[in-house]
Structures are given as structure tokens and as C-alpha cells.
């Protein structure tokens, strides 16, 4: 299992958010009892320029911001990874800048459903509220990425006490370990479906073709009856690599 997250807080390794990761990323390894490779990425280990909004990644060109910064390198890791963890403290009861960073710049992965196959969670921290708002953000993302996700781990660090938080973090690991094993059996959303019979429609009947189109018709996305055929071939390797619309 190869296990990818990010955690963005200015705190790093000192934060609440980080140390509640990396437990859940111990637990999953304890949990999985086979071998596990896993990175925690922050904003003092990554270097992440701030989306420039100029539609390129939509229009099949990669960001000239990739060659400047740490993304290329953090998008290829999340490619490879077979659970993906994106973790945030509640700022104004929204995440914070950097997540929204990653976000912004992996955003056209939306319209191709890059990260399908694997399993995903979201982890909120706060003292005390606010972290609703931040769950339900981050886990409409990973779900538009084609990720099945669990339910958050929302943590208010100054309501819960030491031993409520511990049992979260093992029940969330031990949700990711079963999602991993079973993946195949876990239906998709209904969100997932209609979104994926969505874009499967406009990009099979578009008359011209953009670079979307194609990566869906090259790879045979419009072949498959549904998300969860879809989601099935990828967990067995299907191959979407024959027209990458970029990284």
C-alpha cells in the first residue's frame, strides 16, 4: 500500500493536524499487516506556487508552474498512490491556503476522474467547531477526483480528550485498510455515477474535439457502462496512459 498525504499547516511538523496524520498512517500500517510505504507532505518539505487561473491544465498544456515549484512532483505521487490523505486545521471554518493550492492546481483532474481506483479521507482539526465545512469541502474533491472516500476524521482537539481522539484515528485506519482490501465490492456514489454519465455524454457527442475528448476517447472512458465498471478496471490497471492530456 502506498499511501500519499498532505498536510497543509504553516506548523508543519509541529501541528495538531500533522501529528494526528502521521498516527492514522502508523495505524494503517499496524492495521494492514503488510508492508506499507507512506509521505507526509507540508508546506516547509513542498514548495507550491498559487494557481494563476489561466485554464492551460483545461486545455491539455501543462502549468508553466510545474517546472517552478514542487506540483509535477506531488501530482506524479498521488498518481502512484493507492490512498490519498488530505489534511487541514479549520481556518474561519474553511481549509487552508495551501490545501486550497493543491486543489486549484489538480483541479482539471475533475473532468477526467484521474484518481480513480483509489481510496481517500480528509482530516479536519479545530478546537472547538467549524469543522463541517472543511469535511464536506475536501470530500467533494477527492469524490470528483473519482476517489471512494471514507467518512472524515474531524477532530475538535479541545472538546474530545485523549482517548475519543485515539479510537477515531484507529477506526479510520482500520476503515482505509478495508477499503483497500475491498475496493471492488464498494459502491460508488450516486454523485460519482451521474458525474462521470455527465462528462461521458458531452465528451463522446462533442463535434469537435478538445483535448479532453480525446483523453476520454483515446482511453476509452466512453466505453465503459459506468463509474464503477470504470473504477473496477482501473483497480485492475487499466491503462489510461496512451493519450495523457498532461500530468
Known amino acids: 500500500m502506498k499511501i500519499f498525504a498532505y498536510v497543509g499547516t504553516s506548523r508543519n ?8 496524520v502521521k498516527k492514522l498512517v502508523n495505524q494503517i500500517e499496524l492495521n494492514s499487516k503488510s508492508q506499507v510505504k507512506y509521505e507526509i507532505y507540508h508546506p516547509e518539505n513542498t514548495s507550491i506556487i498559487n494557481c494563476t487561473g489561466c485554464l492551460g491544465c483545461f486545455q491539455g498544456r501543462n502549468s508553466p508552474l510545474d517546472k517552478k515549484d514542487d506540483m509535477e512532483m506531488l501530482k506524479k505521487k498521488m498518481l502512484a498512490a493507492n490512498v490519498v490523505i488530505l489534511g487541514s486545521p479549520v481556518f474561519l471554518h474553511q481549509i487552508t491556503g495551501t490545501v ?8 482539471y483532474w475533475t473532468h477526467l476522474f484521474k484518481l480513480t481506483g483509489k481510496v481517500g479521507l480528509s482530516v479536519s482539526t479545530s478546537s472547538t467547531n467549524g469543522n463541517e465545512h472543511v469535511d464536506y469541502y475536501l470530500d467533494k474533491f477527492q469524490m470528483h477526483q473519482g476517489i471512494y472516500t471514507i467518512p472524515p476524521l474531524s477532530l475538535q482537539m479541545d472538546v474530545l480528550n485523549q482517548n475519543e481522539i485515539e479510537e477515531m484515528i484507529e477506526e479510520s485506519a482500520a476503515e482505509i485498510v478495508d477499503a483497500y482490501k475491498n475496493l471492488k465490492k464498494k459502491n460508488p456514489t450516486l454523485k460519482q455515477e451521474r458525474s462521470f454519465q455527465a462528462f461521458k455524454k458531452i465528451q463522446s457527442e462533442l463535434e469537435r474535439r478538445t483535448s479532453e475528448s480525446r483523453y476520454w476517447i483515446d482511453n476509452g472512458l466512453v466505453d465503459f457502462e459506468s463509474f464503477q465498471e470504470f473504477r473496477n478496471a482501473m483497480i485492475e490497471g487499466h491503462d489510461v496512459k496512451k493519450q ?3 500530468i
Not at 511538523?13 to 494526528?20: D, L
Request: glycine residues 0%; hydrophobic residues 25%.
Open 13 to 20: 511538523e509541529t501541528s495538531k493536524t500533522f501529528e494526528v
Open 100 to 107: 486550497k493550492t493543491i486543489i486549484d492546481r489538480t483541479s
Open 244 to 246: 495523457e492530456i498532461c
